[in-house]
């Protein structure tokens, strides 16, 4: 099987250091072990190309770099023609795969046009935040290119159900619309994998992820401060980077714990497992999500190598974790419930071993990327099209 997978977003370099670049690396990844002969379009590629993936094609699209809104809408929509002609060259393609970007719509008419699979893949409902994130021109446009894209994809995936309800907008048949759990690649996670910081007799907290604005890192580095009081022989790796490190700085050192708090900074995703397995608990720290979809990829990361989660009480992770189960909830912002859980699980290891071991097998069974690739390589086979809309949300 020849699959054509196409990510015309800028900010989404395949083969990068982004969740939304790794969700797409563990994609490529998991139907390369199945046979498929894979050609990736892309505007942007990152140097992070795992060794297993050194035969997949990369095509580059071409990216322009301008400043206003209105020239990268322009620009967006030129890609078009390129995305059209480059994928006609290099085909036939059995299925088309889309990561779907705001202004990108030759795909789907690529594979509508050669009576193919075509599968877009939705992860936030981009027209709908960029009335929020930045100013858009030509909204109406974008809705246009909206519709056009929808009406020609065979199936379309939501990685959330709320972004599946936002998408009955656009597409009138339900049928169509099916709600994946991405998930993570556990063969690559687990809990084989050598510390990557080692510290014998210290109880380490961890957070891996970017350092983002909705992400409350300061909240937990606030409760790490209080539970030192009960506990001196603990410390807090922080792995990753983002808009907010200089602020978390500056909060470490207000509060004095530059020797007991360890920023990482970004690293590549080949070092992630071995930053995971040097933790004892993973903590999952949000704001009050306000609209914003995610799908968690973080906590999907933990529960694969096996660690307790503690995760603030907002989004879809209620779903996702059964409190003192396969995890502990916590209300979000409140520095008090999440220190006193913190210390709770540095005196009883029992309870941290006894959830971290159930969050592993809960991962295995339902936050592997190859069963999200199972549905996936369902709907490629025309002789069994897929019944109904599928949901697989925990």
Known sequence: MKIAYICADV?????????????ATDLLRSLTRRGAEIEVFACKVGDHRPADLAGVKVHRLPYYSVSSSLGKEAAALLVNEYLRKAVSRHGPYDVVYERYSLWSYSGMNYAD????????????????????????????AARIVAKRVFKTARH????????????????????RIHVLVPGVDTTRINNDVRPTRSAADVFTIGYVGSLNRWHDVRT?????????????????LIVGGGPESGRLHQEIGRRGLEDSVCMIGDVAPDDVPGY?????????????LNGYYFTHRKVYEYMAAGLPVVASRVGRLPDMI??????????PED??????????LGRNPVLAARLGGAASEVSRRHSSVDGFVDHIMRMTDCAHPVEDALETVW
């Open 113 to 140: 046009e050669n009576m193919i699979p075509g599968i877009l893949e939705v992860n936030p409902p981009v027209i709908e935040q960029g009335k929020t994130r930045c100013e858009m021109i030509y909204r109406h």
């Open 156 to 175: 379309v995936v939501a990685t959330t159900p709320e972004i599946a309800r936002n998408l009955g907008q656009y597409v009138s048949d339900s049928s």
């Open 335 to 344: 520095r008090a419930a999440l220190a006193a859980v913190l210390d709770r």
């Open 11 to 23: 900010a989404v370099p395949i083969f990068g250091r982004t969740n939304a670049s790794l969700q």
């Open 220 to 236: 937990l580095i606030g409760a790490f401060d209080l539970m030192r009081c009960h506990n001196r022989r603990s410390r807090l």
């Open 322 to 331: 059964t409190d003192y189960e396969t995890g502990i909830l916590c209300a």
């Open 276 to 288: 995971l397995a040097s933790m004892d608990v993973a903590v999952a720290p949000y704001r009050d």
